[in-house]
Every structure is written in structure tokens, then in C-alpha cells.
């Protein structure tokens, strides 16, 4: 457990220390929450303005947690790996612990950004409860699968571009997927289904639940390959 908590103690120093000035857009949303939330009083773009926000929050914080890569590729802090009191599996989960770190900040972040955008458009908080229920946490639970995707491609190229040009991949598949199911099924049954779904995962009892499950599934996939990538290269 000590060896996890060094590598995960070392890569939260590259994220914050290395990197200090990424967290500098964090400020955005809150400035996107004013501005809008001032034009919102008039024109309603606040109700707009909450996808902006929640949107630049996830941006932010996704680009985060993947920059220990690069700074271990750009700036050969990789060679520190080398030293530390911990083998290739406890970087790994040190690593992988980082996530729920910026899942919270993504939480945080977005509930004040969403807070300011209220008081500011309607100079209460009536409805905020409502928006952190929609937007907060489908943002976060994105921000996690995305993350579990990406982990393991950056663990297995050490150069970014063909793990970004994989990931692009994924979502043109995805796309290709969605396309062609849309064209075989009927509009009518795909859109009964859309909304059958759309009305579980609303209901906390089955979309909590259910996100979680994916989330269990997605790391128990994700950890081990990229543990296996990472035990088969060199320091």
C-alpha cells in the first residue's frame, strides 16, 4: 500500500506542481458562468450557458490526469520511475488513483461554476439542485470512462498521437455503430427505446447503480491491461 501511495503521491506532483498553470482553466467556467448568467437575465441564455459550463469543466479536467504522460515522455520524468520504492503494478495503481481526485475537483468545480451561473442569471438558487442532478454527475461518470479508455492506450505508446489517433478510432466506430443501427432499426422502435432508457437512467435507483456497475466493469478491464502494457517495457 506504501508503494502505491508513493507513485500516487509523485504523479499528483507532476499534475500540480509540473503543470500548475493547467489548472489556471479551471477559472473559465466561472467566468463563462458570470457572462452568461449576466446575458441570461434578458435572453435566457443561461439554460443554454449550463452545457458550456459543465462542458468546459469536463474538458479541463479530462486533459488533467493524462498529462503525468506526458510529462514522463516530454520531460523524461519516467526516469524516476526507476528509483521510487515501487514496481511497475503500484505506479500503475498509483496512477489509476488519481482519478477519483479529479472526479471530485470535476464535482466541485462544476457545482460552483453552476451556482454562480444561477445566482448571477436569476439571483437565486432555485433549480440548481435540478441541473447538479443532470449535469454533474453524467460529467463525471463520462470523465471516468473516458479516462479508462484512455489509460491503457497511453500505456501502450509512448508517444501520444497514436494513442489520441486511437481513441479518435474508437469514437468514429462508435459513430459508424450508432449510423448504421439507426439505418437497419426503425425510427419509431429506436426512438421508444432512447427514451425507455433515457426514463431508467433517470431514476436514481437504477441509473446510480447501473453507472457504477459500468464503472466497476470498465476498471476491471482497463487496470490489468494497462499493467500488462506497463510490466512489458523498460524504465
Not at 29 to 54: E, H, K
Not at 55 to 72: C, D, K, M, Q, R
Not at 133 to 151: A, D, K, P, R
Not at 171 to 190: H, I, R, S, W
Request: with cysteine; glycine share 8%.
Amino acid at each position: 500500500m506504501r508503494a502505491v501511495l508513493v507513485s500516487f503521491r509523485l504523479d499528483m506532483a507532476r499534475i500540480t506542481v509540473s503543470s500548475a498553470s493547467g489548472f489556471v482553466p479551471f477559472l473559465l467556467p466561472l467566468l463563462f458562468a458570470v457572462i452568461f448568467g449576466l446575458a441570461g437575465r434578458t435572453s435566457g441564455a443561461a439554460d443554454f450557458a449550463t452545457g458550456g459550463v459543465v462542458g468546459s469543466v469536463f474538458g479541463v479536467g479530462t486533459i488533467l490526469p493524462i498529462s503525468a504522460f506526458s510529462y514522463e515522455w516530454l520531460e523524461q520524468h519516467g526516469l524516476m520511475n526507476g528509483i521510487i520504492p515501487a514496481d511497475r503494478t503500484h505506479q500503475v495503481i498509483g496512477r489509476y488513483l488519481t482519478l477519483p481526485v479529479f472526479a471530485a475537483i470535476i464535482v466541485a468545480e462544476t457545482t460552483l461554476a453552476l451556482a454562480i451561473l444561477h445566482l448571477t442569471a436569476h439571483g437565486n438558487l432555485n433549480g440548481l439542485a435540478q441541473a447538479l442532478t443532470t449535469s454533474v454527475l453524467g460529467s463525471t461518470w463520462s470523465f471516468m470512462v473516458f479516462e479508462l479508455v484512455l489509460f491503457p492506450l497511453f500505456y501502450r505508446w509512448n508517444d501520444m498521437r497514436k494513442a489520441l489517433l486511437c481513441v479518435a478510432a474508437f469514437f468514429v466506430g462508435v459513430a459508424v455503430l450508432v449510423t448504421v443501427t439507426l439505418y437497419l432499426m426503425p425510427e419509431d422502435a429506436f426512438n421508444a427505446f432512447g427514451d425507455a432508457v433515457a426514463q431508467a437512467m433517470a431514476n436514481p435507483a437504477v441509473g446510480i447503480p447501473a453507472g457504477l456497475g459500468v464503472l466497476v466493469v470498465m476498471t476491471a478491464v482497463s487496470l490489468p491491461v494497462s499493467i500488462a502494457c506497463r510490466r512489458r517495457k523498460e524504465f
